[in-house]
């Protein structure tokens, strides 16, 4: 283990410490090449250090970095190497591996040193942390290849919740390195107006007769072709794309949503899907409420979507937003409910006019199964409560039948209508104003 002053000083300064990884990492690979053994680079990052600095100031978060330094070094051999390469990013290098089994052992004892409490002047604090495994030769041939792989793999841990280490595998490759371009191509789909929206009809289930619309955004790659909104919602979330994809999607909606009231469909509301990140930005806030306001839509007929997730933190935060924009007259919708940390008490106090029941209880739906009663219980539920309901994912005649038959009020789906392009809806909502005015 190298001794305290030579751990300090290490600590102190990044960019000698990077320089000093690439200088081991290119030794230690040289060695091995000559003698055919593996390395092992493990890329270890602290999950959520972040509240540690803003709970308990930067001062504590310095000591629990060194501390953290001081027991990775005490897990390591002689041979090994260890340096901070950023912030709560530790790099270890695992010299002389015969094999991964044998690197085991190593990382398991990193992983348990996190299970202890830190005691940062009196006060007992616990950090987990999220490690990425690359081997030379197989996750990569020289410094800067290994710790991309690792880095990756670390991505993947985090991915999955942090607390757990993951190798690296032809998979995790992929998938990263596919997102990572999926990532880049996205910041310019704007630009390039890739993106558009669709609008999925929702509909008074006992009648059919059209009630609203929900604004469903789509990316249109030029040679990968339609990408969901589930994969490239979440890439932006995590690069900051939101806000602007998002301001870009809520205007869309609000101008198209104005030219259909004017042309007299003026009668349905039209709900539009927000991501809590988005109403954490007092920006998209602001922009949110103006756009409203230009687009002399009546606030009665906006609807916005928000799913459980968004309460699991910063609650009275959201709970004060929440209620100010439903003093506008704007209806709020619990989207998937059921699927996230459903609170029944966030649902007292909260201000919201409907709960969506999510598609992966309603498509398939038989009844007695416990789907069933998941679907009937939260049809009660809304409606003992005062609440729309709707539900999502009708794909058969069988499960619209089962809805129709156990009260539910309002629902969408393929079996009743797919998603529509603006210019689709437009033909459609004529369709359906002639024959529900020769009704
Ligand atoms: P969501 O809000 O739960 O939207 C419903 C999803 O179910 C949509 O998927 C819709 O196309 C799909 N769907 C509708 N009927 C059926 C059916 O019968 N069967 C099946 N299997 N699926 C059906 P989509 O359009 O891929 O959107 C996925 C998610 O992406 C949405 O889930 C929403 O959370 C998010 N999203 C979509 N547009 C936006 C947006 O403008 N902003 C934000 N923040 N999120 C969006
Ligand atoms: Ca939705
Ligand atoms: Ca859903």
Redesign the pocket.
């Known amino acids: 283990m190298p001794p305290k002053e030579m751990l300090v000083d290490q600590f102190a300064n990044i960019h000698k410490n990077r320089h000093a990884l690439h200088h081991a990492a290119t030794l230690k690979i040289a060695h091995a090449k000559r003698y055919n053994h593996l390395i092992g680079l493990l890329l270890i990052d602290l999950d959520n250090f972040k509240s540690i600095n803003s709970h308990l100031g930067h001062l504590m978060g310095d000591k629990l970095l060194l501390e953290t330094h001081a027991r990775l070094a005490a897990c390591l051999n002689s041979d090994d190497f260890i340096a901070r390469i950023d912030g709560d990013e530790f790099v270890v290098l695992l010299g002389n591996v015969t094999s991964p089994k044998t690197a085991e052992t190593a990382i398991r004892k990193i992983m348990h040193c996190f299970t202890q409490n830190y005691n940062l002047n009196g006060i007992t604090a616990r950090i987990n942390a999220s490690m990425g495994v690359a081997y030379y030769p197989h996750a990569g041939v020289d410094a800067s290849a290994l710790l991309q792989s690792a880095a990756m793999c670390m991505s993947h841990a985090k991915s999955l919740g942090g607390n757990n280490y993951q190798c690296y595998t032809e998979t995790i490759k992929k998938k990263y390195t596919k997102q990572s371009y999926l990532e880049n191509a996205l910041k310019f789909a704007l630009e390039k107006k890739e993106l558009f929206?669709?609008y999925?009809p929702i509909f008074k289930l006992a009648t059919k007769e059209m009630v609203g619309m929900?604004?469903?955004?789509?990316w249109r790659h030029p040679s990968i072709g339609l990408i969901?909104?589930?994969t490239f919602?979440k890439l932006a979330e995590n690069n900051g794309l939101?806000s602007s994809i998002?301001e870009w999607?809520l205007q869309t909606v609000c101008e198209q949503a104005k030219k259909w009231h004017n042309a007299g469909h003026n009668q349905f509301k039209i709900s539009?899907?927000?991501?809590s990140n988005?109403l954490l930005q007092k920006s998209f806030l602001h922009f949110m409420m103006r756009m409203f306001k230009s687009t002399h839509m009546p606030a009665h007929l906006l609807e916005l979507?928000l799913?459980e997730t968004a309460f699991l933190t910063k609650a009275s935060y959201f709970k004060a937003i929440l209620k100010k924009i439903s003093k506008t007259g704007i209806g709020i919708t619990i989207?998937?409910f059921g699927t996230g940390h459903s609170s029944l008490i966030r649902l007292k106090n909260l201000p919201i006019r409907a709960l969506?029941i999510?598609?992966s209880f309603v498509?398939n739906i038989t009844p007695d199964s416990f789907d069933a009663i998941i679907v009937n219980s939260l049809i009660t539920l809304g409606k003992k409560l005062n609440m729309n309901v709707i539900a999502?994912?009708?794909?058969t005649k069988a499960d619209l039948e089962f809805l129709v038959s156990n009260g539910c009020p309002q629902g969408?789906?393929?079996?009743l209508c797919?998603?529509l392009n603006a210019k689709q809806m437009t033909a459609f909502l004529k369709k359906n104003k002639k024959t529900s005015g020769s009704r």
């Open positions: 929206l669709t999925q929900e604004a469903l955004l789509r969901s909104p589930d919602i939101i998002g999607a539009f899907n927000i991501s988005q979507e799913t989207d998937d969506k999510d598609k498509f999502e994912g009708i794909e969408q789906g393929y079996y797919k998603p």
